[in-house]
């Protein structure tokens, strides 16, 4: 039976942000138990939160997203999400990270056996559709906006680094032919935040094609 006050009501639930974190934590794996019958693994709740967090981030930028905004989309608490990402930059650090390694999956899936013109063709394809998922276009744009901040700059260097790496060894063609494969790529990520292809005039046609 609840315990009554002087006044004759129950006294008052304690919000979720001042219960102890090891009550929240109990609470979030009890409820994802019942719901799968399974404790999540540690990579799993990660994901779980980046999946969360890249909405929030793609539309406000690292600066204008707050661990609260992450948390409350996430559906967990602050205190939880400090226990998986221990800073905001960190959060974000590993959603670049993510962002880079869904294109290099995407480019090298797109490529298979093929080699020369034809990998490269596919991996074009590939991009353009990747595109329409403007939540992928958007955090990539806020990672190049953040590269004011070293570490954010540092991780967007490798990433892009390790994607031109990949598509120079899938495709086997030479440094200029790859310029401009990634020349294009950034031309295409511009088109696709201005929403170019919705606009029919002969300046913005080239993204149609």
Request: proline share 5%.
């Amino acid at each position: 039976m609840a315990k009554v006050s002087a006044a004759g009501a129950p006294p008052p639930r304690m919000p979720p942000w001042e219960r102890p974190v090891d009550k929240l934590v109990s609470d979030y794996y009890l409820s994802v138990m019942a719901r799968t019958g399974r404790r999540m693994t540690a990579g799993e709740r990660r994901e779980a939160v980046l999946t969360a967090a890249v909405a929030v981030f793609a539309t406000r930028g690292m600066d204008g997203t707050s661990t609260e905004d992450v948390a409350r989309q996430a559906g967990i608490s602050q205190p939880y999400l400090f226990r998986l990402f221990p800073t905001k930059k960190a959060l974000f650090l590993a959603l670049v990270e993510r962002c880079f390694q869904q294109v290099a999956c995407t480019f090298e899936a797109a490529a298979g056996d093929r080699v020369g013109e034809d990998a490269l063709d596919a991996m074009g394809d590939a991009y353009h559709r990747l595109l329409e998922d403007r939540t992928l276009l958007l955090l990539q744009m806020q990672s190049y906006a953040a590269c004011d901040d070293p570490d954010i700059r540092a991780a967007t260097r490798t990433g892009y680094k390790e994607l031109w790496t990949l598509v120079e060894r899938l495709s086997g063609l030479p440094y200029e032919r790859i310029v401009t494969f990634f020349a294009m790529g950034m031309m295409m990520n511009v088109a696709a935040a201005m929403d170019l292809p919705a606009i029919d005039e002969r300046w913005a046609r080239w993204c149609q094609q």
